[in-house]
């Protein structure tokens, strides 16, 4: 049996049945991992030693007939933005290179107390800065589907690790597309939750007002059970509200008959890939078939939302990046001769272009005499944006659009040029403005690449964008399609 094939439905039914040890599922990943992460570098860090420790631990239970939880003793891949101790987390940044947090973030302690394997570290871009993990201070890392493309970003790696069956699951983070967009070009499925869903704790930080976490899987009922662990109220986190985590594995088991699902205009823009286009609107009409009715919406703001976005997100970074000052974490060059060239010196050489790049920029939006031009011009923005949102669930219950504008492009294709990179956010950016949660799945293959469909939920209710991908995963086998790994 191929068992890193597995879903993690799957892997937990035949650990508990005994089929299989948690054992053999972590050696599973670890074999796949040897064989080809060696050039799809999906890894930053593994953590060998201590997954076999946790994979023991599972069976011993098992051994002993303890009733086990769904996650453990399964192997999971995380981003390297999670701190966890014991186990370095670099961002993907220089400035962090030898970093080992003394604790753990929410999420991970919560996988921890759940007996979950911890396969290692993913790559991304430095800090979640980018949308392709080029901008890692490591290494890029390559699309299981064709090495010579990007696997998108910034959670590539952990998108990378599931599509290569490197890991049943896996952790990333979505600031303005980073879950959605490696999803999509790798083939997978992966949830960006509503803002304040999922404690952010320990998760470091990029644009505070936007940065949520959330899992990829290798189909929605995974992550629907996944959901059910990770999402709640955490005391640790400020902006996790308590509101009711719903039991999404059986409320995904609903059909969508009566489901009104919005296709907004602004999302079949010119200059977007005709086959991208087509998948969206197949995956329409089999919504249809499934007894969903399909609504023609706007959402009139929507060219907007780069724009503010990539004036907010610059300015929270140059806030967030403040820490890294060679002082208190990582790097520190002490070669000069004052605390102000300890400073320049550690941030100089920690810090990369694209991190730089929004320093500069944010700092600039934030200055006197600039605020009110630039932030709090994209502040309103961002109220008009969310505002087409509310309008727009006053008539449809979710909303259905492409992730990105093509699939996954070259290694080197956009890298020099900022914009044509920032422009691939602008389906992913809107839904980020507003708090609300999406759903990445695979609709199809355009240039046998994989293509996803996103589909917007009203904030906290991850439930029925779930149910409604479950579904659609029901009725067809995109989800299976599978990169030829070599
Ligand atoms: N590509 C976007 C950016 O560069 C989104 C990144 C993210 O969601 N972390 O900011």
């Keep these: 049996m191929e068992l890193h094939k597995l879903t993690l439905l799957e892997a937990f039914q035949g650990l508990r049945d005994k089929k299989f040890t948690s054992h053999q599922l972590t050696e599973a990943c670890f074999e796949q991992i040897k064989k080809y992460d060696d050039k799809i570098k999906a890894y930053l860090t593994l953590n060998e030693a201590e997954a076999y420790t946790q994979a023991d631990a599972a069976d011993q239970k098992i051994a002993k007939g303890e009733s086990l939880h769904p996650l453990e003793g399964i192997p999971v891949a995380i981003k390297d933005i999670f701190c966890t101790t014991n186990l370095r987390t670099t961002s993907a940044s220089k400035i962090l290179e030898n970093y080992v947090p003394p604790f753990d973030a929410t999420v991970v302690k919560i996988l921890r107390e759940a007996g979950a394997v911890i396969l290692g570290k993913t790559n991304l871009d430095e800090f979640a800065m980018g949308g392709s993990t080029e901008n890692s201070g490591f290494w890029p890392t390559s699309n299981p589907w064709d090495y010579s493309r990007v696997p998108g970003g910034s959670s590539g790696g952990s998108a990378a690790a599931v599509a290569a069956d490197m890991g049943f699951y896996s952790l990333g983070t979505d600031t303005g597309g980073s879950i959605r967009e490696p999803a999509s070009f790798c083939g997978i499925s992966g949830l960006k939750v509503s803002y304040g869903r999922v404690s952010r704790y320990g998760v470091m930080a990029m644009t505070s007002s936007l940065d949520t976490i959330g899992p990829f899987g290798k189909n929605v009922a995974d992550i629907a059970m996944i959901m059910e662990y990770l999402a709640g109220p955490d005391s640790k986190d400020a902006t996790t509200p308590p509101v009711v985590v719903d039991n999404y594995s059986e409320e995904i088991k609903q059909d969508i008959k009566g489901l009104k699902i919005g296709l907004p205009k602004e999302y079949f823009v010119e200059g977007m890939d005709e086959g991208v286009r087509q998948t969206v609107l197949n995956a329409a009409k089999k919504f249809e078939e499934l007894g969903a009715e399909v609504i023609d919406i706007s959402l009139p703001h929507t060219d907007l939302a780069v724009a503010a976005y990539y004036v907010i997100c610059p300015s929270e970074v140059s806030s967030n990046m403040a820490r ?163």
């Design 324 to 486: 890294f000052d060679g002082m208190r974490y990582g790097l520190s060059k002490r070669d000069g001769k004052d605390l102000l060239d300890i400073y320049l010196d550690s941030r100089r050489e920690g810090f990369g272009a694209e991190v730089k790049r929004r320093i500069m920029i944010g700092t600039y939006a934030l200055s006197a005499g600039y605020y009110d031009a630039y932030y709090k011009k994209a502040m309103q923005v961002r109220t008009l944006v969310r505002q087409d949102f509310e309008e727009a669930y006053k008539q449809v219950d979710i909303i259905l659009t492409p992730v990105a504008p093509a699939p996954a492009y070259k290694l080197g294709e956009k890298i020099g040029d900022p914009l044509a990179m920032y422009l691939e956010d602008v389906f992913t950016i809107p839904a980020s403005l507003a708090g609300l949660c999406g759903l990445s799945i695979p609709a199809g293959l355009v240039s046998e690449l994989p293509v996803g469909i996103q589909l917007l939920g009203k904030r906290f209710d991850e439930k029925t964008i779930l149910r409604a991908g479950h579904q659609f995963q029901l009725a067809t086998d995109y989800h299976l399609a599978k990169p030829e790994l070599k």
